[in-house]
DNA sequence: GCTTACTGTAAGTCATCACTTACCAATAGT
DNA sequence: ACTATTGGTAAGTGATGACTTACAGTAAGC
């Protein structure tokens, strides 16, 4: 499952803070890792996780590289959560509709 | 941000598969740790970050714990993401047009 | 009351992983 | 061509965490 890729990447802070810099935009590993207490390469190891877990890409243009979320990514694993909390739902519905006809 | 939490809690696969078990409905642990190839104390460990991550919540009845899961901790992940989503998309568009004009 | 079933906790071990420094490759500007 | 900027990769290290076995506690059934 890919999904397993996506949860371990957002677990790490540093990552996370990562990805979170990328919500307004496109922004390069060197401005990335200034809002960053990280070295610049763990920066670059960190991008390359959220790369793999299909969450961000990235974009060359000269000698920078622009990275962006992945809104395929992020579409994932809505879709996986929605379908969990559908069925989490129905589980507790009819629980409800057990425990009343027990009483 | 107990955001944090959630994700790194999500992060492990066989507390993933755990949490999964619950989608169901209710489980006591010994049902639980016997859908998974790791030991009881294991699950019990396991169902404990998940707890803390306000992923889930047990219910005594007798010697057995009833876990389900606590819908608000879905419904708090939820949110963040269609937070996330929101911001993306709108990231996207003002790039989109940006470039339009540029162009 | 005593045993049995169910569960959480303690202590210790091993692997994973986040981070650093050092290095290399490629494009841009002068 | 040469230098500077940008960024990915290699190797090594330390800490975190997932797991095991052993132990302790509590409710239920006889």
New binding site residues.
Partial sequence: MTNQLVF?AL?????RNIFEGLRSGA???????AA??????????????LQEAGLVQ?E????????TIRREGLAELRTYLDSFWSDVLSAYSAEITRNFGEK
């Fill in positions: 371990s677990a790490d802070p540093t990552r922004k390069t590993v060197t401005e990335l890792s960053q207490p990280v070295s610049r390469p763990a920066v670059s190891q960190h991008l390359k996780v990235a060359p243009r000269g000698t920078r590289r622009f990275y």
